[in-house]
């Protein structure tokens, strides 16, 4: 009972690759909407110098 | 017809560049990606170009209408969190009628009069431009006011209110500063430039590098070492690109160099020995200028070379050509960038064909030697 149980769970080399097959699909979707987002500065900016308590 | 001028697109490598006008954004994505923004912004219906991708990728037509619709969700959403502007009106604000610093800087044939209410601004502008302070002249071009008001600095320009920046916001006020005198001494308003980057221009008699890395990868050290030997410094920390030509512009603020790389340079800068140190107890940073050795502030000159220069103890110089995906991504958020389409568009034209390298060294000679060979198109790009 107990390994038929257990061979209801393997799946073949072959099913597994058709499985992944099917999901690597989905996988082209993902990354065409993976990207990334750049802000400039919004306005001109020095080294960050500001003076401290030394003056 | 949805409106598509608000989109600027540029392959670079593998990937697309596209920028919004609405919010001065870069994104950088896939070609399909951006093919498929391109047909949304054409109006071309989201069922036709989720069938196209559903047949492209063969992946079920509910997926792709799903995705198209999320993508065009998302990207949208991005482009309107432009900050609302605090708005405040200064025009009540009351000049002091005392400064207790005036000092007088010359700049090519321009005599510009900075007047400081106290102590604390003197110390935000002075020690960058000390080296062209002259004593009192009688042919003010250009009178600039900078005071304290209410824990604000307030900044004037002939008059003109230009700004006023609380402390945590400082370096605005000393990039503002450097704008007002660039516009000044290259006679170019603000939308005639194509934008301000963080790093140090070195030149020769024909061009220009741009080095950049972050703080504390040696920078000025290392525009301070090729000055000495045969380059110019042309700009060290605000370097201007303007849009006509695509030119960097000479900005002739003074070099700044962090205590621990006055020793390397006394060498060759003995006048740093006794030259101030100035605490930037906030950023920890003791730092000591630089006069930059040229002497023409109305040169500008291109650059097609990007340089990211990194100093690394005992490590062997190395040099590489590296992704300009990868440049781009550094270079975008340290820098000002024109939010007018057309010097996007340049910026973008411009990054296309430059070239960017890495430089990683501990020899001087070593780097020193394969700056000049970049600048001789010598470099073995690999």
Redesign the interface.
């Not at chain 2, 975008?332 to 960038?337: F, G, Q, Y």
């Given at each position: 009972m107990n390994n038929k149980e257990q061979n209801n769970d393997t799946i073949s080399r072959k099913e597994a690759i058709k499985k992944i097959g099917n999901y690597s699909?989905?996988v082209?979707?993902t990354?065409?909407?993976?990207?990334?987002?750049?802000?400039?500065?919004?306005?001109?900016?020095?080294?960050?110098?500001?003076?401290?308590?030394?003056? | 017809m949805k409106n598509n001028t608000s989109f600027l697109y540029k392959p670079l490598e593998d990937k697309t560049i596209t920028w919004f006008e609405n919010?001065?954004?870069?994104?950088?994505?896939?070609n399909?990606?951006a093919d498929?923004l391109k047909r949304l912004s054409k109006g071309v219906s989201v069922e036709e170009i989720a069938k196209a991708l559903s047949k492209k990728?063969?992946?079920p037509l509910d997926?792709?209408i799903d995705?198209i619709l999320?993508?065009e969700k998302?990207i949208y959403a991005?482009k309107s969190t432009k900050?609302s502007n605090f708005l405040n009106d200064y025009r009540d604000i009351e000049k002091p009628t005392y400064f207790e610093f005036t000092k007088f800087y010359k700049i090519n044939n321009l005599v510009f009069k900075v007047a400081f209410s106290s102590?604390?601004e003197l110390?935000?502008v002075h020690p960058k431009f000390a080296h062209l302070e002259i004593e009192n002249s009688e042919n003010i071009t250009h009178e600039f006011l900078v005071f304290l008001n209410n824990k604000y600095v307030f900044f004037y320009v002939d008059k003109n209110f230009i700004g006023a920046w609380s402390?945590k916001d400082?370096?605005?006020f000393?990039?503002?500063f450097?704008?007002e005198l660039i516009q000044k001494i290259h006679q170019k308003e603000e939308h005639e430039w194509m934008?301000?980057f963080?790093a140090s221009a070195v030149s020769n008699t024909e061009k220009t590098i741009l080095f950049l890395g972050d703080?504390g990868n040696g920078k000025s050290t290392s525009l301070a070492l090729l000055q000495a030997n045969g380059f110019t410094c042309l700009a060290d920390?605000?370097v201007p690109i303007a849009n006509k030509n695509i030119h960097v512009y000479s900005f002739p603020a003074a070099i700044?160099i962090k205590k621990n790389s006055v020793e390397t340079l006394l060498p060759l800068y003995p006048e740093l020995q006794n030259s101030a140190e100035?605490?930037?107890?906030?950023?920890n940073?003791i730092?000591r200028y630089l006069k930059p050795n040229n002497t023409d502030f109305y040169s500008h000159l291109p650059c097609n070379d990007l340089v990211f220069i990194k100093y690394e103890k005992e490590s062997d110089l190395q040099v590489r050509q590296i992704s300009k995906i990868e440049a781009?991504?550094e270079l975008?958020?340290?820098?000002?960038?024109s939010p007018l389409k057309e010097n996007a568009q340049k910026f973008l034209d411009w990054f296309h064909q430059i070239n960017c390298y890495q430089i990683t060294y501990s020899n001087n000679t070593k780097m020193i030697d394969t700056v000049s060979k970049i600048f001789k198109n010598n470099i073995d790009k690999n």
């Open positions: 699909k989905y082209s979707l990354a065409l909407g993976t990207y990334l987002i750049l802000n400039p500065q919004e306005a001109q900016a020095q080294s960050p110098e500001a003076p401290g308590t030394g003056f | 919010s001065n954004k870069y994104l950088v994505l896939e399909t990606t498929i990728l063969n992946v997926k792709t995705f999320d993508l998302k991005s900050k102590e604390y110390y935000l402390n400082i370096h605005y000393q990039g503002k450097s704008m934008g301000v963080h703080s920390d605000f700044s100035y605490h930037f107890k906030r950023f940073k730092v781009f991504q975008v958020p340290d820098s000002w960038l």
